[in-house]
């Protein structure tokens, strides 16, 4: 089985001082065969170069060690055509069922990204923002589970 992390999970990878849902995680993924796969979209790249770009200077070296080991630990998955189609209709219907504006909608982009990822690609998309339930509940070929509940 194919797993697609988001950005907060996979800052919960690292976090084992700070954070009590780091055991939770490595418990879960310590259940994974070796069939399973751990993927990252290129976008949790983006989104921690930009968290780099806005920390202090002890916090960025750390920030920045994370990005390597993040880039050499998990297959990258980019975005594709194939999957922009799904994001077009992903984010048509949230915002039609949630009633939600054509500017409110916008805060869901890299989200909507995710799962459409998730879903071109076959996986299940792990992480604990309930955004991705919603998302689950419009449209049933994307997979979800939240490991750090």
Same mark, same amino acid.
């Given at each position: 089985?194919?797993?697609?992390l988001d950005t907060s999970t996979v800052a919960f990878w690292y976090d084992k001082d700070l954070n009590p849902k780091y055991q939770k995680l490595h418990?879960?993924?310590?259940?994974? @065969?070796?069939? $399973?796969? %751990?993927?990252?979209?290129?976008? @949790?790249l983006y989104e921690l170069q930009y968290s780099i770009s806005n920390a202090d200077e002890p916090t960025k070296s750390l920030l920045q060690l994370m990005f390597e080991k993040t880039k050499n630990s998990f297959k990258i998955l980019f975005l594709t055509e194939k999957g922009a189609?799904?994001?077009? $209709?992903?984010?048509?219907? %949230?915002? $039609?069922?949630? *009633?939600?504006?054509?500017?409110?909608?916008?805060?869901? *982009?890299? $989200?909507?990204? %995710? +799962?459409?990822? +998730?879903?071109i690609e076959s996986c299940t998309l792990v992480s604990? &923002?309930? &955004?991705?339930?919603?998302? +689950?509940?419009? &449209? &049933?070929?994307?997979?979800?589970?939240?490991?750090l509940d």
């Open positions: 089985m194919n797993f697609l418990k879960r993924i310590s259940e994974l @065969t070796n069939q $399973d796969n %751990l993927c990252i979209s290129v976008l @949790t189609q799904v994001y077009g $209709d992903l984010k048509r219907r %949230l915002k $039609d069922v949630k *009633n939600i504006s054509r500017e409110n909608i916008k805060k869901y *982009n890299i $989200d909507i990204m %995710l +799962a459409s990822s +998730a879903i604990s &923002d309930s &955004d991705f339930e919603v998302l +689950a509940e419009i &449209d &049933d070929r994307l997979k979800f589970q939240n490991w």
